[in-house]
Antibody
């Protein structure tokens, strides 16, 4: 079955750029019918939708983060990615990658990203 | 932005009891695009219900969802030990997609 594996640095310096990648296994990211995206969870808090991307590259971003985020799909590697610029301590969170259609039905394990100098 | 308000914040119940979790939307949720997730410590959320009342394949039938206008309910008919967790509602009908603040179901 389809599985997602997120990867990226666990520590990012304030004002720098956070980059995360999610690798899809057990299925093709190009199969259609799904969005691929990111959801984060601040420590001890609830969930925040960051954005989704389709396999063809159509993006849907949370307006609260839109000025700082970019998502991309690499169909040849069966991966999708998140870039978040100008990070601050408020961006410290567990970042989940997910597949979505009728809700997010498959999630990666989550990557804890700490923003600190 | 659709704000989802979950209540209660914490529900203290015993195994075998019925749990009723509420999620109230600040405005209409398009096409009943409301989902429920279960999250246990250190784990990713797990999708239980989509479309307000459709159960995901493999989810036990003790979990059910319902809708009345802008009020959504997740019911767990008889709590099993593995059901004690945090539950989130989520609307995916309007951008930005939003989540409720969660209800923790704890063992009494």
């Amino acid at each position: 079955q389809v599985q997602l594996q997120g990867s990226g640095p666990g520590l990012v310096t304030p004002s720098q750029t956070l980059s995360l990648t999610c690798t899809v296994s057990g299925g093709s990211i190009s199969s259609g019918g799904y969005y691929w995206g990111w959801i984060r969870q601040h420590p001890g808090k609830g969930l925040e939708w960051i954005g989704y991307i389709s396999y063809s590259g159509n993006t849907y971003y949370n307006p609260s983060l839109e000025s700082r985020i970019t998502m991309a799909v690499d169909t040849s590697e069966n991966q999708f990615s998140l870039t978040l610029t100008s990070v601050t301590a408020a961006d410290t969170a567990v970042y989940f990658c997910a597949r979505a259609s009728r809700g997010a039905d498959i999630w990666g394990q989550g990557t804890l990203v700490t923003v600190s100098s | 932005e659709i704000v989802l308000t979950q209540s209660p914040g914490t529900l203290s119940l015993s195994p075998g009891q019925r749990a009723t979790l509420s999620c109230r939307a600040s405005q209409s949720v398009s096409n009943s695009y409301l989902a429920w997730y279960q999250q246990k410590p250190g784990q990713a959320p797990r999708l239980l219900i989509y479309g307000a009342s459709s159960r995901v394949t493999g989810i036990p039938d003790r979990f059910s969802g319902s809708e009345s206008g802008t009020d959504f309910t997740l019911t767990i008919s008889r709590l099993e030990p593995e059901d004690f967790a945090v539950y989130y509602c989520h609307q995916y009908g309007s951008s930005p997609l939003t989540f409720g603040g969660g209800t923790k179901v704890e063992i009494k």
